[in-house]
């Protein structure tokens, strides 16, 4: 019987780490496609069900207002049971509620199908972002992280409007799409079942779950990073959700363009979200968590000033959108990634995370679009995207506040942190 080296640990460890990784990505960007889905086929579906514009809007809120509430209390139950049994369930069962939706005869029974996905997006949010953590080595921990949140924004905003155009054309009816899409989850899922293991030190036995799951909530709200890292949450995904809900209307209303032309442009959101996810986080890995977040949120800030103030150009459009989305995704991932996992014990990150993403998904994702809406009647589309520029500006003023968690930073000899509370 052979003795397993080092090396061959070691390589081990790193194999399942990427098969992990690739698996959790995967099933990331899937939530990402179900929930951007409807965005694109929007045109069809609101002729096919007789809806109207606030109708739309109030299938948005749904998914974002359930995702959010669930990933507070999921969250703080993968922490509890492991999270093997979060995550597999919940890329089965938001996979049957997208293909669901796709069978609606009305509004109600669409609203009721959203509604559940997002319980079931927003169980898999932060119980996977904690499994990425617990096989992530600590070098590594924001590019993991980063890579995952990433496909959510690859998959949503850069390719779902294009697989959704496309498959269109060559099926009967947007139902079909839905069902179709719904195929990838099921897959994966079974790919979880064989690969994903719970981490000893988070199975349901450790002793910190014994206290139910307000002990939990009570535990994790004492450390100060979580509470930077929720008000900067909601500046980051009020960034995400209210740029994206309403660059399309400003693209053609304000600034002019055709349809086609306009969704060119906006694929820049998606492509620069899904960069951005990666590379924030990759970058923090070597400069730090605070130093990454404060740049994203002035640079974001700014790239939106230029959107209303002097882009006009469909390229320089694009290029500024990429950098909105860039800064704005990619803050949001790092903060309910490597931010709120580093802010607390690891068998209480997903508990952290859930927070983190709740918090954000409910008045970033869920109130602030409606906000915004509001703005845009009263005063203008451009004063709303400028609201948006000051909320960015306000988060990198939160983001001052952080206190650095980089483990490369900490670990230098030359680290000082000053707590800048005091």
Same mark, same amino acid.
């Given at each position: 019987?052979?003795?397993?080296?080092?090396?061959?640990?070691?390589?081990?460890?790193?194999?399942?780490?990427?098969?992990?990784?690739?698996?959790?990505?995967?099933?990331?960007?899937?939530?990402?496609?179900?929930?951007?889905?409807?965005?694109?086929?929007?045109?069809?579906?609101?002729?096919?069900?007789?809806?109207?514009?606030?109708?739309?809007?109030?299938?948005?809120?749904?998914?974002?207002?359930?995702?959010?509430?669930?990933?507070?209390?999921?969250?703080?139950?993968?922490?509890?049971?492991?999270?093997?049994?979060?995550?597999?369930?919940?890329?089965?069962?938001? &996979?049957?509620?997208?293909?669901?939706?796709?069978?609606?005869?009305?509004?109600?029974?669409?609203?009721?199908?959203?509604?559940?996905?997002?319980?079931?997006?927003?169980?898999?949010?932060?119980?996977?972002?904690?499994?990425?953590?617990?096989?992530?080595?600590?070098?590594?921990?924001?590019?993991?992280?980063?890579?995952?949140?990433?496909?959510?924004?690859?998959?949503?905003?850069?390719?779902?409007?294009?697989?959704?155009?496309?498959?269109?054309?060559?099926?009967? &009816?947007?139902?079909?799409?839905?069902?179709?899409?719904?195929?990838?989850?099921?897959?994966?899922?079974?790919?979880?079942?064989?690969?994903?293991?719970?981490?000893?030190?988070?199975?349901? &036995?450790?002793?910190?779950?014994?206290?139910?799951?307000?002990?939990?909530?009570?535990?994790?709200?004492?450390?100060?990073?979580?509470?930077?890292?929720?008000?900067?949450?909601?500046?980051?995904?009020?960034?995400?959700?209210?740029?994206?809900?309403?660059?399309?209307?400003?693209?053609?209303?304000?600034?002019?363009?055709?349809?086609?032309?306009?969704?060119?442009?906006?694929?820049?959101?998606?492509?620069?979200?899904?960069?951005?996810?990666?590379?924030?986080?990759?970058?923090?890995?070597?400069?730090?968590?605070?130093?990454?977040?404060?740049?994203?949120?002035?640079?974001?800030?700014?790239?939106?000033?230029?959107?209303?103030?002097?882009?006009?150009?469909?390229?320089?459009?694009?290029?500024?959108?990429?950098?909105?989305?860039?800064?704005?995704?990619?803050?949001?991932?790092?903060?309910?990634?490597?931010?709120?996992?580093?802010?607390?014990?690891?068998?209480?990150?997903?508990?952290?995370?859930?927070?983190?993403?709740?918090?954000?998904?409910?008045?970033?994702?869920?109130?602030?679009?409606?906000?915004?809406?509001?703005?845009?009647?009263?005063?203008?589309?451009?004063?709303?995207?400028?609201?948006?520029?000051?909320?960015?500006?306000?988060?990198?003023?939160?983001?001052?506040?952080?206190?650095?968690?980089?483990?490369?930073?900490?670990?230098?000899?030359?680290?000082?942190?000053?707590?800048?509370?005091?």
């Amino acid at each position: 019987m052979r003795i397993a080296s080092g090396a061959d640990v070691r390589a081990h460890a790193a194999k399942y780490e990427f098969n992990v990784v690739l698996l959790l990505a995967l099933g990331f960007g899937l939530v990402g496609l179900d929930r951007w889905l409807v965005m694109p086929l929007a045109p069809q579906i609101m002729r096919d069900l007789k809806l109207d514009y606030q109708d739309l809007g109030n299938l948005g809120s749904a998914v974002g207002l359930s995702w959010g509430i669930f990933a507070i209390l999921m969250g703080g139950l993968a922490d509890r049971v492991g999270r093997r049994r979060i995550i597999i369930p919940a890329i089965v069962l938001f &996979s049957l509620l997208s293909g669901a939706s796709g069978l609606a005869g009305g509004l109600g029974m669409l609203l009721f199908a959203r509604a559940l996905m997002g319980v079931a997006e927003g169980a898999y949010c932060p119980a996977s972002f904690a499994a990425a953590i617990d096989v992530s080595p600590e070098h590594r921990r924001g590019l993991n992280l980063g890579v995952i949140q990433g496909c959510f924004s690859l998959f949503g905003l850069a390719l779902g409007p294009i697989i959704a155009t496309q498959l269109v054309r060559v099926v009967p &009816s947007w139902r079909d799409v839905f069902l179709i899409v719904a195929t990838p989850g099921l897959i994966v899922s079974l790919f979880m079942y064989k690969v994903l293991r719970d981490q000893p030190a988070n199975l349901p &036995s450790t002793g910190v779950r014994h206290g139910g799951m307000y002990s939990q909530w009570k535990d994790v709200l004492v450390h100060r990073n979580l509470h930077v890292a929720v008000l900067a949450m909601v500046c980051a995904m009020v960034g995400v959700f209210v740029v994206g809900s309403m660059t399309p209307v400003f693209l053609t209303d304000v600034i002019g363009f055709d349809g086609p032309t306009m969704g060119i442009v906006m694929s820049g959101l998606g492509f620069g979200g899904f960069v951005g996810q990666i590379t924030l986080g990759g970058a923090s890995d070597i400069v730090g968590r605070r130093p990454a977040l404060m740049l994203a949120f002035v640079v974001g800030a700014a790239a939106l000033v230029c959107i209303v103030t002097v882009a006009r150009s469909p390229v320089l459009l694009f290029i500024l959108l990429f950098a909105a989305a860039f800064c704005c995704c990619g803050a949001a991932a790092l903060l309910a990634g490597a931010v709120a996992g580093e802010a607390v014990p690891p068998s209480l990150s997903s508990t952290a995370v859930g927070i983190v993403v709740g918090l954000g998904e409910i008045l970033g994702g869920g109130l602030a679009p409606s906000a915004a809406g509001r703005i845009a009647v009263t005063a203008g589309l451009p004063a709303a995207m400028l609201a948006v520029a000051g909320v960015l500006a306000g988060g990198a003023l939160i983001s001052f506040f952080l206190l650095e968690t980089a483990p490369r930073l900490k670990r230098s000899p030359d680290y000082f942190e000053v707590d800048l509370a005091r």
